[in-house]
């Protein structure tokens, strides 16, 4: 049960012409993350005096914090992570969970305690972390999961881990971020509720005992909760996130030389359905269809290799 904190909040409208700027100690970026850019023309005409304020993103996917940095500054920047899972009512209300929490690590050399003391004063459970990119890409590695392969198939993740060649895609893509990590010297860290690095490891079995053990998980954790970008294609979004998930892991891959075949697909095809609505039916319910797009691009990418 979160506890009442005695805080003035104000929500900045999406409209400029709408935002009057105010003193603000702490601002939350709580936008997708393809409305960041433009969220940062809101910000600077929001707050009044950014370099006395803290700017918060417990945003999913890498690269907002970059964004944030390059506009405020590293010491006025906090990354963040929010393990709520968060459902909706019968009146389309949103609704957290009584579990999970929030994990912070300071972008630059600032310590913000006072900040840490404010959240962990609601009750909800609060870790604090040195390592901001250990922390986005841990989240990251969450955020992966029965969420692009729901989407291109239009299935819940309680059917997803019923097909299972394309399960097992999705343990081929948590090695890929793993894989992606370790050449980046980034290490996973544990996020509350979510055992990060035991997750990861269990990727790394044979991927028969891997299902086993990750399918029931899933299934009981998410069942028929339609994954973000699932309900982005539902709701006929020409723009998804897919971009900052599998999109940076794909292209962290190619920029440090780790192949990342699986993530590369998932989003080039999620991508080219939320552009192009009527290639979904290639897709929906056809694991077979997903499958053949990643061999031809473990082919292509061998064949590159070998010239």
Request: with cysteine; glycine share 4%; net charge positive.
């Amino acid at each position: 049960m979160l506890k009442s904190v005695k805080v003035e909040v104000t929500y900045a409208p999406r409209a400029l012409d709408g935002v009057t700027p105010v003193q603000a100690d702490v601002a939350v970026i709580a936008v997708k993350s393809y409305d960041t850019s433009s969220a940062l023309e809101t910000l600077r005409k929001a707050v009044a005096d950014p370099l006395n304020c803290v700017f918060v993103c417990p945003q999913n996917g890498v690269g907002n914090e970059e964004k944030l940095v390059e506009a405020f500054g590293a010491d006025n920047v906090v990354a963040a992570a929010l393990t709520v899972p968060v459902d909706r009512d019968h009146n389309g209300q949103s609704v957290p969970a009584r579990e999970g929490g929030l994990a912070f690590a300071p972008v630059g050399k600032t310590a913000f305690n006072w900040l840490w003391a404010t959240f962990q004063s609601t009750g909800v459970p609060v870790k604090v972390t040195d390592n901001w990119r250990a922390l986005k890409w841990s989240k990251l590695c969450l955020n992966l999961v029965a969420n692009a392969s729901c989407a291109i198939l239009n299935v819940l993740p309680n059917r997803l881990v019923q097909y299972e060649e394309v399960f097992t895609l999705e343990i081929r893509a948590i090695r890929e971020v793993r894989a992606v990590m370790q050449k980046l010297g980034i290490t996973a860290i544990d996020l509350p509720r979510y055992p990060v690095r035991v997750f990861q490891s269990i990727a790394t079995l044979p991927s028969p005992i891997s299902r086993t053990f990750l399918s029931s998980r899933i299934a009981g954790a998410r069942g028929r909760k339609a994954p973000s970008l699932l309900l982005d294609l539902r709701a006929n979004k020409a723009v998804t996130e897919v971009e900052v998930l599998n999109g940076a892991v794909a292209r962290a891959g190619r920029e440090c030389g780790v192949p990342t075949p699986v993530n590369t697909i998932f989003c080039r095809v999620l991508d080219d359905i939320a552009h192009m609505p009527q290639l979904w039916a290639k897709y929906r319910e056809r694991p077979e269809a997903l499958e053949a797009e990643v061999r031809a691009e473990v082919k292509r990418v061998k064949a590159l290799a070998h010239h």
